[in-house]
C-alpha cells in the first residue's frame, strides 16, 4: 500500500492555460474523488468515479474542469482557460465502496494561477 | 443543503490540557459523522467515526459522540500532546455513502 499519490506537487500557469493533474489512488480502491481545497476552508467535493464511471459532479464545476478514470485505475483532473479563482489546493482521494466513507487522501497539487 | 459547522480556530493550548472543538451538522437525511485530521505537510486522514445516534467514535484517545438531538459532534481528548498540532476537519456523509462535506476546519496548536 503506496497511498494515493498525486502528480504534480505544484503547478505554476498563467491564466488562460490549460493545466492537467493526475491521481494514482491505492490499488484495490475502485472509487475515487476529486475535491478542491482553498485557504481556511475545508475540502470542496467536485466529482466522484467507481470504477471508470463519473457517478456524480458538483454544481461548482463548470465546464472547463473534466475528469477522467478511463481504465479505472488513475484519474486526471483538467482545467481548461484556469482563471486566478481557480488557485487552489486539488485533493485527490480514494476508498473501496461501502466501508463508510473511510477516504485515504493524496497530499495534494496546490495550482498557482498568476 | 447539507453542511457543517465548526469553531472558528487557531485554538491554541498547553500540553495535557483538555481539547473540544464543536461541530455542528445541517442534514437532510441520517447522515454518518467523520472528523479527519491533517498533519503539517500531509494528507488528511480519518480519525474517527460514527454512524448512528449515540454512537462514540475513538481513536489516539480523541472521542466524539454522535448526539441527533443537538446536532452535534463535538471532538475532545483529555490530554492534548504537542504532536496532536494539526487542522482538524469534522465531516459528515449521507446514506448511500454519498461524498462527504467537510466543514472549514480548526487549527490545533499544542505548546510544550
Known amino acids: 500500500d503506496t497511498g494515493v499519490s498525486q502528480n504534480p506537487r505544484h503547478k505554476i500557469t498563467k491564466r488562460g492555460q490549460n493545466v492537467t493533474f493526475r491521481c494514482d489512488p491505492i490499488?484495490?480502491?475502485?472509487?475515487l474523488y476529486w475535491y478542491r481545497q482553498t485557504l481556511g476552508q475545508g475540502p470542496e467535493f467536485l466529482t466522484y468515479f467507481q470504477n471508470e464511471a463519473q457517478l456524480e459532479k458538483s454544481r461548482l464545476l463548470s465546464d472547463r474542469f473534466s475528469a477522467e478514470r478511463p481504465k479505472g485505475s488513475f484519474s486526471t483532473l483538467e482545467i481548461q482557460r484556469t482563471e486566478q479563482g481557480d488557485s487552489a489546493m486539488y485533493l485527490c482521494a480514494s476508498s473501496i465502496s461501502g466501508t463508510g466513507e473511510k477516504l485515504f487522501f493524496g497530499s495534494g497539487t496546490q495550482l498557482s494561477v498568476l | 443543503g447539507d453542511s457543517v459547522t465548526q469553531m472558528e480556530g487557531p485554538v491554541t493550548l498547553s500540553e495535557e490540557a483538555f481539547l473540544t472543538i464543536n461541530c455542528t451538522y445541517t442534514a437532510t437525511g441520517y447522515p454518518s459523522l467523520f472528523w479527519y485530521v491533517q498533519y503539517p505537510g500531509e494528507g488528511l486522514q480519518l480519525l474517527l467515526k460514527?454512524?448512528?445516534?449515540?454512537d462514540k467514535g475513538s481513536n489516539k484517545g480523541f472521542e466524539a459522540t454522535y448526539r441527533k438531538e443537538t446536532t452535534s459532534f463535538h471532538l475532545e481528548k483529555g490530554s492534548v500532546q504537542v504532536s496532536d498540532s494539526a487542522v482538524y476537519f469534522c465531516a459528515l456523509s449521507e446514506p448511500g455513502n454519498t461524498p462527504l462535506v467537510f466543514g472549514k476546519g480548526t487549527r490545533l496548536s499544542v505548546i510544550a
Open positions: 460514527a454512524t448512528k445516534a449515540d
Open positions: 490499488s484495490e480502491h475502485n472509487r
